[in-house]
């Protein structure tokens, strides 16, 4: 099916959207003092360079013009205001453009694939603000989002018994209150503690089952966009780890070292 003149011209605004962010990282890396650093806006600016290579390659096929870029005065802001303060206080607002640029992507089928790599991107920006902590010591530390599971196992827990423990307590105080009868104070005690147990059970099953289907999607949408450039999504995860402070040598052996066992 032959594009429409919409389509066409939306291709040729994302190409130019791709432009902006090659002339914007290829600033940051010029104006950047750490040679790092400046590698890692290089390669986010080379990643830019295939996404406008695609919607070229889409208009050329379709017979339309490719648009002359010319750099837009807030790019140019951007660049004299990160070699005027530095790159880090600009991260922030590099980080919304690349969110900006995931939700203009989402829903458009000819992205396929280039959301996923604005997400990428957004992390080792967000990696390169926080660079200022301490370095991580293993590939524990790096995957985060271990943590991130165990924790909220932990925090469900502690705040089920929490609210258990103050809920029976309330009602066998208040069973007392009303009847100086022992057996019922512990009849309502054993009532409530099943009552209670049932509820949180119930609740935290479909928290947990709500969850882990997240989880399954989200992992099916990676699994697929691995199998679909393995190349480039091996790059972005080694990128990823370069702005959290590993050396690049390091970060791609790290890269190497997951993607030989996907699962």
Same mark, same amino acid.
């Given at each position: &099916?032959?594009?429409?003149?919409?389509?066409?011209?939306?291709?040729?605004? #994302?190409?130019? *959207?791709?432009?902006?962010?090659?002339?914007?990282?290829?600033?940051?890396?010029?104006?950047?003092?750490?040679?790092?650093?400046?590698?890692?806006?290089?390669?986010?600016?080379?990643?830019?360079? *295939?996404?406008?290579?695609?919607? $070229?390659?889409?208009?050329? #096929? #379709?017979?339309?013009?490719? /648009?002359?870029?010319?750099?837009?005065? @807030?790019?140019?802001?951007?660049?004299?205001?990160?070699?005027?303060? %530095?790159?880090?206080?600009?991260?922030?607002?590099?980080?919304?453009?690349?969110?900006?640029?995931?939700?203009?992507?989402?829903?458009?089928?000819?992205?396929?694939?280039?959301?996923?790599?604005?997400?990428?991107? &957004? @992390? $080792?920006?967000?990696? &390169?603000?926080?660079?200022?902590?301490?370095? /991580?010591?293993?590939?524990?530390?790096?995957?985060?989002?271990?943590?991130?599971?165990?924790? %909220?196992?932990?925090?469900?827990?502690?705040?089920?018994? #929490?609210?258990?423990?103050?809920?029976?307590?309330?009602?066998?105080?208040?069973?007392?209150?009303? =009847?100086?009868?022992?057996?019922?104070?512990?009849?309502?005690?054993? $009532?409530?503690?099943?009552?209670?147990? =049932?509820?949180?059970?119930?609740?935290?099953?479909?928290?947990?089952?709500?969850? +882990?289907?997240?989880?399954?999607?989200?992992?099916?949408?990676?699994?697929?966009?691995?199998? &679909?450039?393995?190349?480039?999504?091996?790059?972005?995860?080694?990128?990823?780890?370069?702005?959290?402070?590993? /050396?690049?040598?390091?970060?791609?052996?790290? $890269?190497? +070292?997951?993607?030989?066992?996907?699962?």
């Amino acid at each position: &099916m032959k594009p429409s003149e919409q389509d066409l011209r939306r291709y040729q605004d #994302n190409f130019l *959207r791709e432009q902006d962010g090659i002339a914007l990282y290829r600033a940051l890396a010029k104006a950047e003092k750490d040679p790092a650093r400046a590698e890692i806006f290089e390669k986010l600016a080379k990643a830019e360079e *295939r996404h406008a290579a695609r919607w $070229a390659r889409l208009l050329r #096929n #379709n017979q339309a013009p490719v /648009p002359v870029y010319t750099p837009g005065w @807030r790019i140019l802001l951007l660049g004299w205001l990160s070699r005027r303060f %530095g790159t880090q206080h600009l991260l922030p607002v590099v980080t919304g453009l690349e969110s900006r640029d995931q939700d203009v992507y989402r829903g458009q089928v000819e992205a396929r694939g280039i959301p996923a790599e604005e997400r990428s991107h &957004m @992390r $080792a920006l967000r990696a &390169m603000q926080r660079r200022g902590q301490d370095p /991580p010591e293993s590939i524990l530390d790096l995957e985060g989002w271990h943590r991130t599971l165990y924790a %909220g196992g932990l925090r469900a827990a502690v705040f089920g018994a #929490n609210d258990g423990l103050l809920s029976n307590f309330s009602l066998m105080m208040g069973i007392a209150g009303a =009847s100086a009868e022992p057996r019922f104070v512990l009849l309502a005690g054993i $009532a409530g503690l099943l009552a209670g147990a =049932s509820s949180m059970a119930a609740g935290e099953y479909v928290s947990v089952r709500s969850q +882990r289907e997240l989880y399954e999607q989200q992992i099916a949408v990676e699994r697929q966009e691995l199998e &679909m450039s393995p190349e480039e999504e091996k790059e972005e995860l080694a990128l990823i780890y370069q702005a959290k402070g590993v /050396p690049s040598g390091q970060a791609e052996e790290l $890269a190497d +070292r997951i993607f030989s066992n996907p699962d």
